[in-house]
């Protein structure tokens, strides 16, 4: 019995490590996405307020599901804690992966929001498999 409860300590463990281990670098992708989205100023377009308005509301969300993702993983404790952080982690993931497609709807509804501004954001590296696909 011992050696069960050690076994499973050990499992316990190496999740929790590489739970951890993801949201870190979660947060580090998403910080280099926010600082880049934040750093671009508004397109020299009619539209350009509301695109800039509309990086900056994806900014916040992203930025609101990274420390989410973050405080999930570092309260977890034992097994029951962990499938808790997982639940809390894939539902955040998945809101992240909404709040990427609303923005991209949004830039891509401005009438005057020029190829270029859409590809840029598509081709994002930070953003790579996390749209949906067809995006």
């Known amino acids: 019995m011992t050696r ?19 949201a870190d670098e979660a947060k580090s992708t998403t910080e280099t996405l926010v600082d880049t989205l934040k750093s671009l100023g508004a397109p020299d377009t009619e539209s350009g307020d509301q695109a800039r308005s509309a990086l900056d509301t994806l900014s916040t ?23 808790g952080a997982v639940s809390e982690v894939s539902a955040a993931l998945a809101n992240i992966s909404a709040e990427l497609s609303d923005a991209l709807d949004e830039l891509g ?3 005057d929001v020029d190829d270029q ?19």
């Open 4 to 22: 069960t409860r050690t076994l499973a300590a050990a499992l316990v463990a190496g999740i929790a490590a590489g739970l951890q281990q993801a």
């Open 61 to 83: 969300g992203l930025q609101g599901d990274v420390d989410t993702i973050q405080k999930a993983v570092q309260d977890a404790s034992g097994v029951q804690g962990l499938l």
């Open 109 to 111: 509804s401005l009438r």
């Open 117 to 135: 501004l859409r590809q840029a954001f598509t081709d994002a590296e930070p953003c790579d498999g996390l749209l949906p696909s067809g995006s």
